[in-house]
């Protein structure tokens, strides 16, 4: 699409016609005249360079003069404990235990969505995601909250875990060469998702039946709609679990660093806006107008 949007642009001729001023006319015109953020310039420079590098063989080297689509800074939407608490309170079912432990251990959509049983350790209220963000691996703090209704949820899932054993299914997609490395962990209990779909499918590589984690899509349209009913007067997304987080540590007094290792910011940098938005900077600010008095 970014491809075919280029060669309009500069006159339906060939690519191979074409080159870096021309490339640098199409970015900054999407910058300048169509004002797109920042993430869909890079998304057609990604595409470009694609087209040149490993379709032309003609690798085009760095473009300087681009007039690039600035990123805005947002601050994040955070709920108060109230509204995270109302928001899970009229959730049901397994999207209600996935919100709680996203919530309360400020994960991701996916690093939630994809927890192994493996990574819980409900005895030492620990989680571990594995190759979050980054790839790096981070252990976060299991909410107590959450641990008798997991202990149950994981028991019904063990059950049909055991169902799909007799029916010939239980496999689970592995990550890397592990299913080469080793065979049986590919029916293993320890390696299924803690949150997984209602159905089976065929992998269409192995044959084997297996059971692929629950849809994204599930979890945010169950938050979505919880935030409605709940009747939160503001956006309320997975995401916004994971920023409410880490603000309301910060609102209980810990300090920045143990706060960064428990999101997995490779830089103190990204965790500071929460500090931003509990209006920190170092001290509480308070307003010049409650000093009006009663």
């Known amino acids: 699409m970014w491809i075919k949007r280029f060669v309009r642009f500069s006159g339906t001729k060939h690519p191979s016609l074409l080159g870096e001023p021309e490339v640098t006319a199409f970015l900054t015109h999407l ?22 590098r490993d379709v032309l063989r003609a690798p085009l080297s760095w473009l300087h003069s681009i007039v690039r689509s600035k990123r805005p800074a947002r601050l994040p939407t ?44 409900l005895d030492r209220l620990v989680v571990t995601v594995r190759s979050g963000k980054g790839g790096r691996d981070r252990v976060s703090v299991l909410p107590r909250s959450a641990v008798m209704a997991l202990g149950v ?3 019904e899932m063990r059950e049909q875990h055991r169902n799909d054993l007799r029916s010939g299914a239980g496999f689970v997609e592995l990550p ?8 049986a962990a590919r029916r293993a209990w320890e390696w299924q998702w ?34 409605h009913r ?30 960064q290792e428990l999101m997995g910011h490779r830089d103190v940098s990204t965790t500071m806006i929460y500090t931003h938005v509990l209006n920190r900077g170092g001290r509480v600010v308070t307003s010049p107008a409650d000093k009006f008095g009663s």
């Open 176 to 183: 890397d060469a592990l299913a080469r490395k080793i065979p």
């Open 31 to 52: 910058a300048v005249t169509e004002r797109v953020a920042a993430s869909t310039q890079s998304q057609a420079l990604a595409a470009i360079l694609f087209l040149y």
């Open 78 to 121: 955070v709920l108060t404990r109230d509204d995270a608490r109302a928001v899970i309170a009229v959730m049901r079912g397994v999207p209600r235990l996935a919100a709680l432990v996203m919530y309360g251990a400020g994960l991701r959509l996916m690093e939630a969505l994809t927890l192994r049983v493996k990574d819980l350790d």
């Open 230 to 259: 709940a009747r939160i007067a503001k956006r309320v997304t997975c995401h916004a679990f994971r920023h409410s987080f880490a603000t309301h540590l910060l609102e209980d007094g810990y300090d920045i660093r143990t706060i």
């Open 153 to 155: 949820h994981l028991e």
């Open 194 to 227: 803690v949150f997984p779909a209602t159905r089976t499918y065929k992998d269409s590589k192995t044959g084997e039946m297996r059971r692929h984690h629950l849809h994204e899509t599930v979890l945010q349209r169950a938050v979505t709609e919880a935030g």
